[in-house]
């Protein structure tokens, strides 16, 4: 079975042996047009990392900056890990955190590259439950750390 239907809204199982396009992403994440236009443009004042984090600055309109992300790309350096966001930092309320997800996904997925989550705090998770909603991620695992009792969950795009 390629994909198993948990509801209407969440896809559980393998992803689809079509991968999605960028337009597909634009579709899916922004479908009447709400978001903010943004863009991401690599940081050329911060030397490459050995680790493969890249730093992005978030540009919205008249590209003045509304933020700034810092992404571990591992397959940059030959690592065999997926991409995941380190860091992320821009105007809340405007939109332009769900925007900056969007473009990076879209920018991973021109690479054949898809996003991971890595452990997710109560902002990111609300990301990550609307990217499930849209239909481009799941959910792949569900940790429960025995110490704290905090749940850590992994998604990752399709």
């Known amino acids: 079975m390629l994909w198993g239907r948990k509801s209407r809204d969440v896809f559980v199982g393998r992803e689809p042996s079509i991968p999605l396009t960028s337009a597909d992403y634009e579709k899916r994440l922004n479908p009447k047009q709400k978001l903010p ?3 991401l443009e690599q940081d050329t004042t911060t030397p490459p990392r050995p680790d493969g984090v890249v730093k992005f600055n978030i540009l919205g309109p008249k590209r003045v900056s509304v933020g700034e992300m810092t992404v571990s790309i591992p397959s940059n350096v030959g ?3 997926p991409p995941y966001i380190v860091f992320i930092e821009t105007e809340r309320g405007k939109g332009y955190g769900k925007a ?5 996904i879209k920018f991973l997925s021109e690479r054949g590259l898809h996003l991971s989550s890595g452990g997710t705090n109560t902002y ?3 990301i990550w439950e609307w990217l499930v909603k849209s ?3 799941r959910l792949r695992s569900k940790d429960t750390a025995s110490s704290a009792e905090t749940v850590k969950y ?3 795009t399709i």
């Open 154 to 156: 992994r998604y990752e």
């Open 135 to 137: 239909r481009v991620a």
């Open 100 to 104: 900056a997800y969007k473009e990076l």
């Open 37 to 39: 236009a943004v863009s």
């Open 124 to 126: 990111s998770d609300a």
């Open 79 to 81: 690592l065999d890990m």
